[in-house]
């Protein structure tokens, strides 16, 4: 009988933290020279953000990669393209498309818009910059800060 | 000992992983490739100079270097570059294979071609003099 508030408050506070990590959680890169090669510009985004054949056109492009050349050795290129295809999200795009940008996706437009005001934007300068918000994305964690 | 005592620390230093070498003997490679001299004036001028020829989101070496190599830049991502100069950054242009990825990837983006060993030795020449 005594335990009853204390289970009470420890139930309240596991649902909350099983909510927040099915709402805000995405697994982060443990893939070495995924987290190596494409943190140099941007944090590296975990492979679930994009469906498996997003990744494969990403890293068979990396000469034009979002305007800039981000090529790699052919065996490191190999390498990481292996790891995010095998790590990617589900598909949820229209048959065919292989979308590219995770900010232009229908659920990252959804979650930031009117989120994210023009200051805070002005200060992250860019979508890819997710850490300037999300102090924990490293670790795979994009709660609102 | 010493060396014992060096390692943990190259081993944190992002991203250099190994010291392949330094500004000085890179400078020394780069103007034997090319077979003259290095000319930090002319390194200074291919840096600051605007180009066409590449990507046109990029057409600068200052677009996200600055015009200060001393001091941080920043990628078109909003994530900070640490400085080039050697004196700002001792960690600038002692890995080999490092300098020899970034040159391939931002000649190609800010000039749409490979520099010249020449062009690199210009350019070393110049961020090791700052």
């Known amino acids: 009988m005594n335990f009853t508030p204390l289970l009470a408050i420890a139930a309240f506070a596991l649902s909350g933290a099983a909510l927040a990590d099915e709402m805000e959680y995405m697994p982060p890169v443990t893939h070495a020279a995924t987290q190596e090669e494409c943190s140099a510009c941007h944090m590296a985004y975990p492979a679930g953000f994009l469906p498996p054949q997003s990744w494969a056109v990403m890293m068979t492009t990396l000469e034009d990669h979002f305007g800039e050349n981000a090529t790699l050795d052919e065996a490191t290129r190999a390498d990481i393209e292996a790891y995010l295809v095998a790590n990617a999200g589900r598909d949820r795009s229209k048959a065919g498309a292989a979308p590219l940008r995770i900010s232009e ?6 979650e930031h818009e009117e989120e994210v005001s023009k200051r805070q934007f002005e200060e992250a300068k860019s979508w890819a910059n997710c850490n300037a918000c999300h102090k924990q994305a490293e670790r795979g964690i994009f709660e609102d800060d | 000992m010493k060396y014992l005592l060096v390692l943990p ?3 944190l230093a992002s991203p250099a992983v190994a010291q392949s070498t330094s500004p000085a003997d890179l400078l020394a490679q780069y103007s034997a490739e090319a077979g003259a001299e290095a000319s930090a004036e002319r390194g200074k001028e291919l840096f600051m100079a605007n180009h066409t020829g590449g990507k046109p989101d990029t057409p600068s070496c200052t677009t996200c270097h600055t015009a200060d190599p001393k001091a941080a830049g920043q990628a078109r991502t909003g994530k900070p570059i640490e400085p080039l100069a050697p004196s700002a950054n001792p960690e600038r242009f002692t890995d080999l294979k490092f300098v020899e990825k970034w040159f391939g990837r931002n000649c190609n983006s800010v000039l749409g071609r490979d520099c010249t060993a020449a062009e690199k030795a ?9």
């Not at chain 1, 996706?105 to 959804?110: A, D, V």
């Open chain 2, 122 to 130: 210009d350019v070393l020449a110049w961020l090791a003099s700052l």
């Open chain 2, 9 to 11: 620390f190259a081993l």
């Open chain 1, 105 to 110: 996706l229908p659920w990252f437009r959804k």
